[in-house]
């Protein structure tokens, strides 16, 4: 059982270009999340997943998108990539009130 | 606004000491969780609460959900350098859907 596994790592962007954070769990959970973590502010939700086909904004969603076409992936899109937007991001899931986190990606934008 | 607030925001203690973290809001939660942070690292597990009142003993760590299930609170007996760490609770409303961060206690236990 590998968990929640998140790619990449580290990742530098500049400012306007896109990507795509990768997140992946094999433990068959139906929920999912997204998360960014910023100095001293806890996580953040950004989307959620109860399941394949649905997802619904966090309290911060503005300039990302997710998709979630199978149980297994849950993949996090920033289009536009802005200063503001450098954070550590943490995806999660799980199958009630316990959430199971990955090892999370260090994004930087400048 | 932040729903769940945690006090204090930075603690540092010798080691064997006492001490209490804690985790308040004015919602009512249908649970609250309490995980371990370790810097590099995802956040880590330690217990659910889901009953107003319970309290819930992991060896040296005890948690109570309040009454009112509107706050929790964390407590570390006799710390050890092994309990160094950034320790976050969250609450979910409505079970499995969203959940609410705190904003986090770091603690370091000086040998």
């Known amino acids: 059982n590998a968990g929640v596994t998140q790619t990449p790592k580290f990742r530098i962007l500049k400012i306007g270009q896109s990507m795509t954070l990768q997140c992946a769990q094999d433990m068959n959970h139906n929920y999912m999340y997204w998360y960014r973590q910023d100095p001293g502010m806890g996580l953040k939700l950004i989307y959620y997943?109860?399941?394949?086909?649905?997802?619904d904004k966090g309290e911060v969603p503005n300039g990302y998108n997710v998709s979630r076409s199978t149980t297994e992936d849950f993949p996090l899109r920033l289009e536009l990539a802005a200063p503001s937007q450098t954070s550590v991001y943490f995806c999660?899931?799980?199958?009630?009130?316990?959430?199971?986190f990955g090892p999370g990606t260090r994004l930087t934008v400048t | 606004t932040q729903l769940l607030e945690q006090s204090p925001q930075f603690l540092s203690i010798q080691e064997g000491e006492n001490l209490t973290v804690y985790c308040n809001s004015s919602s009512v939660f249908s649970s609250l969780q309490w995980y371990r942070q370790e810097p590099g690292e995802g956040p880590v597990l330690l217990v659910t609460v889901v009953t107003g009142g319970e309290v819930k003993k992991l060896k040296r760590l005890t948690f109570q959900f309040g009454d009112a299930r509107k706050d929790s609170s964390l407590h570390i007996t006799a710390a050890q350098p092994g309990d160094t760490g950034l320790y976050l609770c969250?609450?979910?409303?409505?079970?499995?859907?969203?959940?609410?961060f705190g904003t986090g206690t770091s603690l370091t236990v000086i040998p």
């Open positions: 997943s109860v399941g394949a086909g649905i997802t």
């Open positions: 999660a899931s799980s199958y009630s009130s316990e959430q199971y």
């Open positions: 969250a609450g979910d409303r409505d079970t499995g859907n969203q959940f609410y």
